[in-house]
Each structure stands twice: as C-alpha cells, then as structure tokens.
C-alpha cells in the first residue's frame, strides 16, 4: 500500500489565484515529519515546507503553508497567489520514525505537476 | 555556497561499461543519499549513508555499489551499466539529529542513458 498518495497528476491554476495540492500519508508512528518539496522544469529538488506530527500549528513558508489534519492523515500544500514560477512537479514526503532506521529515509510521493496560467 | 555537487552532470554509457557519479557536499551532513528519478515514478532511494564508512541499502539497490570514504564525498557506481539504469540520479544530503532530518539538499542531478 502507498504511504504517501498524491491523487492530483496534474492541477492547473490562474495566476494569483490560490491553490491546494493533496497529499494523505499512512503510518501509525505517532512520530513523524512531512515534507513539500517543488522541482521546476530545470530539474532541481527545492525543499519548501515542513510540518512535525506534534506541531500544534499549520506551518506556513512565506506563501506556502501545510494543512495538516492528523485525524484525516492529510497534509495539504496550499500555495496563495500562484505565479507563473510556481510551474513545476511537487512532492509530498514523509519521515517517520518507527522502526529504529526509518528517521533517516524519506518516503516519497509521485507528484503532482502544478500549471499557472497567465 | 556550492552545497550538493554531483559531477558529470551528463554521461552516456553504452551497456556494460562502468562509471562512477561523485556527489560532495560542504555542509558537514551526516546522512547522504543517492536517488534516481523516473518518468511517473518520482524518487526511488538506491542507496545511503549516515556517516563515513557506512552504507544501507534502498528501495532499488541492485546494481549500484556506493562508497562514502570521507564525509563530505558518497560515490555511486555502476560496473556493468543496463539500459535500465538510463535515468536521472540525484544525490541529496541531510543533518542526523533534527526533527527536520528530511530537509533534504539536493544536487542538481545527473542524466545518465545506457545506451
């Protein structure tokens, strides 16, 4: 079974509109991390976001933030006025810690190609 | 602020031949990761390390050996490329001891076909 699922391919978006890419994790750590990370088309990895398991609040990244519900394992990237650089493949990963060795390795999901149109 | 460097950045191998991808980071991370990048399959872990002189296997080890001598330096190596390993590997690296252990640094990537 997925751990990570990112059901959206592909999302389109209006500039200067917002946007949520989903992501739903499975684990039964109680402990653990999440992660957005955004590939533009030149390829490299960008790390944009992260939310702990125990955060009492949503983080947030300029004009990125997580809406982490934990009782629904999800944990939504939110992008607030698209801009035409914010084209690009996003991730969404997990870290967890149970067993002993799994804090070092991330789970990956298989993206999400976000298109901001002018 | 060089960060991840994967050098070459592009090879072309034909199959059966060797080559080595060396990624050097310079912010004294402990963990060092080496992935591979397909269409529709996002990141794959091949191997990594979590300090000197160590090394783990991945999701998708087979046919890659790895070697981190020196902190700062994990090398990926192919002895008898397949045109299966024709891909995109990105190597990555991380500081042990944070909750934030996954805010992974990426090279840019290297384009690797088998031909």
């Known amino acids: 079974a997925q751990k990570i699922t990112q059901t959206q391919p592909g999302m389109f978006v209006q500039e200067k509109e917002a946007v949520t890419l989903d992501c739903t994790y499975d684990?039964?750590?109680?402990?653990?991390?999440l992660f957005w990370y955004k590939q533009p088309s030149s390829g490299e990895m960008i790390f944009l976001i992260y939310?702990?398991?125990?955060d009492q609040q949503n983080a947030t990244e300029g004009r990125y933030s997580l809406n982490f519900q934990k009782a629904r394992k999800s944990a939504n990237l939110v992008i607030s006025a698209s801009q035409l650089g914010d084209s690009a493949m996003y991730f969404c990963?997990?870290?967890?810690?149970?067993?002993?060795?799994?804090?070092?390795?991330?789970?990956w999901g298989l993206g999400t190609s976000l298109a901001v149109n002018p | 602020n060089a960060g991840v460097t994967q050098t070459p950045k592009f090879r072309v191998l034909k199959t059966g031949q060797s080559m080595t991808l060396l990624c050097a980071q310079d912010?004294?991370?402990?963990?060092m990761y080496w992935y591979r990048q397909d269409p529709g399959m996002g990141l794959r872990l091949i191997h990594y390390?979590?300090?000197?002189?160590?090394?783990a296997k991945g999701e998708v080890p087979d046919g890659y050996n790895v070697s981190r001598l020196k902190k700062q330096n994990f090398l990926l190596g192919l002895e008898s490329a397949a045109p299966s390993q024709t891909s995109v590997y990105f190597c990555?690296?991380?500081?042990?001891?944070?909750?934030?252990?996954?805010?992974?640094?990426f090279g840019e990537g290297s384009r690797l076909t088998v031909l």
């Open positions: 990963a997990m870290r967890e810690t149970r067993p002993a060795g799994n804090n070092r390795k991330l789970i």
């Open positions: 939310q702990g398991s125990y």
């Open positions: 390390s979590v300090g000197e002189g160590t090394t």
């Open positions: 990555a690296s991380t500081k042990a001891g944070t909750s934030r252990a996954g805010e992974l640094f």
């Open positions: 912010m004294n991370h402990e963990y």
């Open positions: 684990t039964s750590d109680p402990s653990y991390g």
